[in-house]
């Protein structure tokens, strides 16, 4: 891990467990175009760091995530090309995710949103904040769910869920996110980061290469499904960020106004 080449990453380490956190807390953890970068590349170095065994992601102050950043939308609306190369290394992102065979945590401090909620839900297991929300509100800013929650919702929750919540971009609690198999634990706050290390630890101590491979066997299936629906939910997400519906949405959000979408 060469840590002088992230800027908005931060990491901590504790035995053989490597903690990475999103550290632009003034902005929710809201990805930026040098985030983006930075987390497309990240699993890939820690899978091959040989000073940890178990990665756990997280936000700094009291966000995990709140997904895109509104300069990063607006210029994917301005620059196609842009939005081409972003979509790339989203797929980068979540692919590095799937492929690093050693066990990711996600550590939900607070809401997670949009690719902050994808991030979350493509990590191995996921324990919550109880008072943190998550969602995937892609149509509430004009774009198809195409980052990745076309894939991993369905897979979670089943079908007729993962539509309701796509379709609408309602956020569920994290309470109700592990009632119905969404995340594995919600807990406490004060109790978070204790429950997420006593469980790093145990992976840590246990017979690390059964651990990583088991991964990896169940790993296969999710790894197709993802291979199958990624091109095309990519590609419907490039062509909703051309539509009226989006950059109204964008103009609403600066504006601090409802959108009025007119389906176009």
Not at 97 to 108: Q, R, T
Not at 184 to 193: F, G, R
Not at 202 to 224: D, H, S, V, Y
Not at 251 to 261: D, G, L
Request: hydrophobic share 45%; net charge negative; aromatic share 6%.
């Amino acid at each position: 891990m060469k840590y002088s080449d992230y800027q908005h990453l931060q990491f901590e380490r504790r035995g053989r467990v490597l903690e990475v956190v999103m550290n632009r807390p003034d902005k929710m953890n809201a990805v930026d175009e040098q985030l983006h970068g930075e987390l497309a590349r990240v699993f890939t170095d820690a899978a091959h760091d040989p000073e940890s065994d178990v990665i756990v992601l997280t936000g700094a102050g009291k966000m995990f995530s709140a997904g895109g950043d509104i300069e990063l939308l607006q210029r994917g609306i301005d620059d196609p090309a842009f939005m081409e190369a972003m979509a790339l290394e989203g797929k980068q992102l979540l692919f590095s995710l799937l492929d690093c065979e050693k066990p990711v945590i996600a550590k939900v401090n607070g809401h997670a949103t949009g690719l902050g909620a994808t991030m979350a839900l493509f990590c191995d297991v996921i324990f919550a904040a109880d008072h943190a929300r998550i969602g995937d509100p892609h149509v509430a800013v004009g774009l198809t769910a195409g980052d990745g929650g076309a894939v991993i919702w369905p897979q979670l929750i089943g079908y007729a869920r993962a539509k309701e919540y796509l379709m609408t971009g309602e956020l569920v609690s994290a309470v109700d996110a592990a009632r119905i198999g969404l995340i594995n634990h919600a807990v406490p706050a004060a109790e978070l980061d204790a429950r997420v290390a006593e469980f790093a630890d145990r992976l840590a101590a246990g017979a690390g290469r059964a651990i990583r491979w088991t991964k990896m066997a169940i790993n296969i299936r999710l790894k197709q499904v993802a291979q199958s629906v990624m091109d095309a939910s990519v590609a419907y997400e490039l062509m909703s960020s051309r539509t009226a519906d989006h950059q109204e949405a964008v103009n609403a959000f600066r504006e601090r106004r409802k959108p009025v979408f007119t389906g176009r």
